[in-house]
């Protein structure tokens, strides 16, 4: 079994509650050894000595009868004190504190937790010469993690920044877009393109490209001058045969010949490319830019560039046939690349390879390949005796990342334990650009095409107490920006603290997952408030520097923490925020020299949204289908009364759709 490498990260702390005891256990050792050296004198100078034996010394010879031996000798040897009967304290509460006060004192994490809860929002810093970062300050570079006041209180289904623009999807499902790229004149984020019920959202070089509840995909334009000036859409309304132009201008980008029941799940751009994941494993690729089309293989499509491209409009999405019959599991993409992961745990690379992104070596016939390639995983696990899985792809700027499950087999003339078969180790591997660090290897390369593994987080282990099983910690989400990274963790998180009766000491604390930065810091995008770049994953401090300082108990008593702090990402749960009960969790997003940190809403359909999905499927059937009236008659009283956001839909597939 490899050794436990718990890297640069502490994740001992998954044992929350003894980690504090352990920390007051040392604390009371030292107290307790100082207490017993109190009772042993200290050794006199030699002056002192020759002083005392001539005036205490004669004094005790000549008054020895009348004083008894006793006495003499009680001052030339004291006896040794009694033994000491040691015994470990139980751990007690600050005195005047009650228990959610205590555990606010003695846990930085469990405080971050509670108020990202308590006070949701948005926090960003790095570059902000396009007014992104920081909407209401002219300041060039925000150091360290900063509020946007507009997002405070607000949960977020999804949100992204680029330098000149940031764009955000509401927890209504609305866009919202601001910064210079969007418009000089408003600094607040505005809202655009609204009523479609929007889950995720990515950024091109100019445009926004969202995803509808429903699997449509909108690209709208990043600038609130081409939105006013553009061609409106035609809308259709719920009201049969009636419809309206659209307030703002977009586009919607349909793949062609999709199943009754698929619809697109996911989408990744890249500076001039997107990739369109379906329910059925298919990938589309469409040109995401209205500045450039692109020509660096990224579309997947052998041959595919502006002169040779078929006729309609120039964003239309095309199938990569190359991929039909791998079902594709992910997807992700760089700045002029692309990856897909099937089910099997194959990566397929293609676009540019200047930099080794694709994960193999460019070659001197070119610098990109423009059909998808199969990378040789299997080669990095040569001859170590074990199996490798991709679980995970993650791209961004000129890096791919990628984690593997690499479980213990065993091989002919090798000597495996039978209890080791099967074990699985965490591994993260990364190619591309590393001259900023961005590789997380800590090395600083130029080309990196063999991708290279992240030892920091690779082969680590955490103890599951729940469980009482030794686990490999995972990366639960990685996200890439252009020249610099962030790893949330999936180590062991607890949110239950003071829920139960079993979690009601005033000592079981909350603590979430870790996450991690590197690379490159120009911008102080890291966000620990230097400029150097790193090379290797760090930490960085709290968000909210008030978890730093005191904790005020009653009548003003309180203490100062003496542990090192860090941020903590907190995990998904059901909370209660402005009196409802929601599903919540933070994230953090990377950005071109920006890196934000949000709460965000699982994206849960409505009535509404649900009638929504359901007329726009309806404008997208065949000429032969329509409604039954009746669907409608029944529809709109369920709107006003139910709020349950299943019921609807188990009864809307159960109403028969008639022919003509």
Not at 110 to 121: I, T, Y
Not at 513 to 530: C, H, K, L, P, S
Request: include cysteine; proline fraction near 6%; charge should be positive.
């Amino acid at each position: 079994m490899p050794p436990f490498n718990p890297g640069p990260r502490a994740f001992l702390e998954t044992c929350h509650a003894c980690r504090s005891s352990a920390f007051q256990r040392s604390y009371r050792f030292q107290r307790r050894q100082l207490s017993s050296q109190s009772h042993i004198r200290r050794k006199p100078q030699p002056f002192v000595l020759f002083a005392c034996f001539l005036g205490v010394g004669g004094l005790g010879i000549a008054t020895y009868n009348y004083y008894d031996y006793p006495i003499f000798t009680s001052v030339l040897a004291e006896a040794p004190p009694a033994p000491v009967d040691v015994k470990i304290e139980k751990t007690k509460k600050r005195k005047g504190l009650s228990k959610e006060e205590n555990r606010e004192n003695i846990s930085s994490q469990h405080l971050q937790v509670k108020r990202s809860w308590e006070n949701p929002g948005v926090y960003a810093w790095g570059s902000n010469s396009g007014r992104v970062v920081a909407p209401d300050s002219d300041e060039q570079i925000i150091r360290t993690p900063r509020r946007i006041s507009f997002f405070d209180g607000q949960l977020l289904r999804d949100i992204k920044l680029d330098r000149n623009f940031g764009a955000a999807i509401t927890e209504n499902g609305d866009l919202l877009q601001w910064g210079n790229g969007f418009s000089t004149d408003v600094r607040q984020p505005t809202a655009t393109l609204t009523g479609k019920n929007l889950k995720s959202l990515t950024i091109s070089r100019d445009r926004v490209l969202a995803l509808g509840l429903d699997g449509t995909v909108y690209s709208v334009p990043g600038a609130k001058e081409d939105q006013e000036k553009g061609k409106k859409v035609s809308e259709s309304s719920w009201i049969p045969f009636l419809s309206y132009n659209s307030t703002i201008s977009y586009r919607r980008l349909r793949p062609q010949n999709l199943a009754w029941n698929e619809k697109v799940r996911s989408i990744a751009s890249g500076a001039e490319h997107l990739l369109i994941l379906t329910s059925a494993g298919r990938l589309f690729t469409a040109a995401s830019s209205s500045e450039e089309f692109p020509a660096r293989g990224q579309l997947g499509i052998p041959g595919l560039v502006w002169t040779t491209r078929p006729a309609g409009p120039y964003d239309q999405p095309h199938e990569v046939s190359t991929l039909r019959g791998f079902e594709i599991a992910a997807i992700a993409a760089g700045d002029y690349h692309s990856l897909a992961l099937d089910r099997e745990g194959r990566v397929f690379a293609f676009g540019d390879n200047s930099s080794g992104q694709l994960g193999f070596d460019p070659t001197n016939e070119s610098t990109y390949v423009d059909a998808p390639s199969l990378i040789p995983i299997q080669q990095l696990y040569t001859n170590t005796g074990l199996s490798p899985t991709v679980k995970q792809i993650f791209a961004g700027g000129n890096n791919s990342f990628f984690t593997i499950d690499a479980a213990t087999i065993a091989r002919p003339g090798s000597d495996v334990k039978p209890s080791t078969l099967g074990r699985i180790t965490a591994d993260t591997w990364s190619s591309g650009q590393g001259i900023l660090g961005t590789l997380g290897n800590g090395r600083w390369t130029h080309v990196q095409g063999t991708p290279t593994k992240l030892k920091t987080l690779s082969n680590l282990f955490e103890y599951d107490e729940t469980n009482n099983t030794v686990v490999p910690i995972r990366l639960r989400s990685l996200s890439v920006g252009s020249t610099h990274a962030a790893a949330i963790m999936d180590n062991v998180t607890h949110v239950q603290a003071g829920t139960s009766k079993v979690t009601d000491s005033e000592n079981d604390t909350n603590w979430g997952a870790d996450v991690v930065w590197w690379g490159g810091n120009e911008y102080f995008q890291i966000g620990n408030g230097r400029r150097n770049n790193l090379s290797v994953p760090g930490y960085i401090a709290p968000l909210d520097s008030g978890s730093e300082g005191l904790v005020e108990g009653k009548g003003g008593k309180g203490g100062k923490r003496k542990e090192e702090h860090r941020f903590q990402i907190t995990p998904r749960h059901a909370v209660s925020v402005g009196g409802r009960k929601v599903s919540v969790e933070q994230r953090v997003e990377c950005g071109k020299m920006a890196s934000r940190c949000y709460i965000a809403i699982a994206a849960i359909p409505n009535i509404t949204s649900l009638l929504l999905i359901f007329t726009s499927a309806y404008t997208l059937m065949e000429p032969g289908m329509f409604l039954t009236r009746k669907l409608y008659q029944l529809l709109m009283p369920l709107n006003k009364c139910i709020r349950h956001p299943f019921l609807p839909f188990l009864f809307i597939i159960q109403i028969p759709v008639k022919e003509r």
